[in-house]
């Protein structure tokens, strides 16, 4: 449940690189319907689609799903660096997908957020309510979770890789330091870092998932400072 718009502070603040491009996947204005045939396979496909139109990238950032699309990315074509906030990979959200499909089928956002928030972002009641308070916030929640239901079955749906970003020359993967040990991100994260042995792990100090949000600037150094030659 995000866009290219909220990552608009940390594409700002970044330093170390010339420029910065955020895609917008699909399902995100003005980026194109998920279409029938979605899948994982295909974010793979249209993120190549990008790249060839930025031979010269040196540096690929992906955050949540968005991390484990770049490492996938990385196993198909040379890549001199990827950076990966907290990726995701099966069984990760498996659990809550009964809960999905049905607010899927009767087309209620309202259920598909608070299933998101609750269940796989592990909000509890009061900071739901909070969230739910805020209208306009919750609105574009709502918005952002119409492809919720399908990117989950799709990530559930995808064969497990035994390794990840074998063309890539550098690898960074990032870990809120407020997850370690406590969160379904923190177990994907781990089951992640194995199926790549030369990884560099980081951690940032006082925030989870929710970074490029909570402390944008922050996130922003972490990447400036990891940026290789």
Known sequence: MSDAHAWRHVATAV????????VNRRGRTPSGPLTGSYSLRSEVEDLCVVLDQFEDTQALFGWSYGGLIALLAADERPLHQVIAYEPVIRPFGSHALPDLKAAEGAADRDAT???????IAGLDTAEIEALRADRRGWAALQHLSRTAYAEIAALNAAPTPYELARRATHVDLILGRCHRGTSAYDMAFDDVRKRIPGAAVHMLPGQGHMAHLQAPAEL??????????
Do not use: F, I, K, N
């Open 113 to 119: 957020v608070e299933t998101v928030s609750r269940q």
């Open 220 to 229: 922003a150094r972490l990447l400036d400072g990891l940026a290789t030659a």
């Open 15 to 22: 330093a170390a690189w010339p420029s910065v491009t955020v």
